[in-house]
């Protein structure tokens, strides 16, 4: 949880909150299918539903009130590099806009490619 304050008060921003934010920005950007997460009885990857997009994150909060954040993601039969350049672009600008956070490093990880 990060913690902002000004002379008015402060405002708590929770976990969910970021997760929320980063997997729907991921999830708007082109190539992505959709968010991964992997099964805890076979290990394989699997493709989650929209209203779970915030599985497929992880946040990482810092002593200095920034955050890294990693993504599990499956995509189409693209190109993975431009693809995950613009996952972090997209991800920075939303969290950023949204709440005012600093976003210390994006990691994506490209869990599963759908083909056809």
Not at 12 to 21: K, L, P, W
Not at 44 to 53: A, Q
């Given at each position: ?42 290990g ?10 915030g ?62």
């Open positions: 949880m990060v913690r902002h304050e000004n002379e008015n008060g402060s405002v708590n921003v929770s976990t969910n909150v970021y997760t929320d934010i980063v997997g729907t920005a991921a999830i708007n950007c082109f190539g992505v299918k959709g968010m991964a997460a992997r099964s805890l009885t076979d394989v990857y699997h493709l989650l539903r929209k209203e779970s997009v599985k497929g994150v992880r946040v990482h909060f810092h002593e200095d009130d920034s955050i890294s954040i990693d993504l599990h993601i499956v995509v189409d039969n693209v190109n993975m590099n431009a693809v995950g350049a613009s996952i972090i672009s997209e991800v920075r600008h939303q969290v950023t806009k949204s709440t005012g956070t600093e976003v210390r490093a994006v990691n994506v990880y490209i869990d599963s490619m759908m083909i056809g």
